[in-house]
């Protein structure tokens, strides 16, 4: 594995965390700020790296 597979697999799971914690990111850190939509940002985070790990194995 090469490092843009890894930054990839980095990116995917990033991705998964903040689809995981946004009601939490939103009522702790983000709590005057409204209901920031970090679970769309999460899946597009997600879907950026898990192109970046695919992309590299078709090479």
């Avoid at 903040?18 to 879907?47: H, K, M, Q, R, W």
């Amino acid at each position: 594995m090469n490092s843009k597979a890894l930054k990839g697999i980095a990116l995917l799971l990033f991705g998964i965390l903040l689809c995981a914690g946004s009601e939490e990111i939103n009522a702790t850190i983000l709590y005057n700020f409204g209901d920031f939509p970090l679970a769309a940002i999460g899946v597009i985070v997600g879907a950026v790296g898990l192109y970046m790990v695919f992309s590299d194995m078709a090479e």
